[in-house]
């Protein structure tokens, strides 16, 4: 059974760049069965796909965010992350580590239990 | 504004059947499947239905799915309080080099 566990500062600062940590466990983030994603939900509202990356460090983004994001791999760590830069108030959310199915449905079948982020100074 | 559109509440009463609808577009739901989402409040989303109505192991039969054309459909029958949640629809959309999209989300009420 996978778990994801989220991990980073729960408060940034407006301007500066919001990085998270997932760490996967029970399993090999290496083993070619899935996307490693990330997804957020402000608070009160719902969700939206940031991006994934796949073992070999391809990646794929949502186009709002594309400009902002990037999502990087530690094989040797079995983790993977997130850099968002520039963050203002609206990227206030709380920020969810997801497995998606490399089965051609991408669905998100093990989520971290996610990890409140606020933008603030 | 989600891409993909769901009414923002239903309800209904235990032993009922009640429908969630997912409306999208040709480039999302219309060439590709939908999956399920649970999210019970304060925990983080479950998959529920996948592939348009496929059910991981351990979601009871009282859930399913069904999609047509450009729209897609959450069913639970049965209903149980602990079915209030919040329900999600996600898809594929091939716009924009591809990307998952989300429903706003349902807020299902047991009354």
């Known amino acids: 059974q996978v778990q994801l566990q989220e991990s980073g500062p729960g408060l940034v600062k407006p301007s500066q760049t919001l990085s998270l940590t997932c760490t996967v466990s029970?399993?090999?983030?290496?083993?070619?069965?899935?996307?490693w994603s990330w997804i957020r939900q402000p608070p009160g509202k719902g969700l939206e796909w940031i991006g994934y990356?796949?073992?070999?460090?391809?990646?794929y983004y949502n186009p709002s965010l594309k400009s902002r994001v990037t999502i990087s791999v530690d094989t040797s760590k079995n983790q993977f992350s997130l850099k968002l830069s520039s963050v203002t108030a609206a990227d206030t959310a709380v920020y969810y580590c997801?497995?998606?199915?490399?089965?051609?449905?991408?669905?998100?079948?093990?989520w971290g239990q996610g990890t409140l982020v606020t933008v603030s100074s | 504004q989600s891409v993909l559109t769901q009414p923002p509440s239903a309800s209904g009463t235990p032993g009922q059947r009640v429908t969630i609808s997912c409306s999208g577009s040709s480039s999302n739901i219309g060439s590709n499947t939908v999956n399920w989402y649970q999210q019970l409040p304060g925990t983080a989303p479950k998959l529920l239905i996948y592939?348009?109505?496929q059910r991981p192991s351990g979601v009871p039969d009282r859930f399913s799915g069904s999609k047509s054309g450009t729209s897609a459909s959450l069913a639970i029958s049965g209903l149980q309080s602990e079915d209030e949640a919040d329900y999600y629809c996600?898809?594929?959309?091939?716009?924009?080099?591809?990307?998952?999209?989300f429903g706003g989300g349902t807020k299902l009420t047991v009354l």
């Open positions: 029970g399993g090999s983030i290496s083993s070619g069965d899935y996307y």
């Open positions: 592939s348009n109505n």
């Open positions: 990356i796949y073992y070999s460090g391809s990646t």
């Open positions: 997801a497995s998606e199915a490399r089965d051609g449905y991408n669905e998100h079948d093990y």
């Open positions: 996600a898809a594929w959309d091939d716009s924009l080099n591809g990307h998952v999209v």
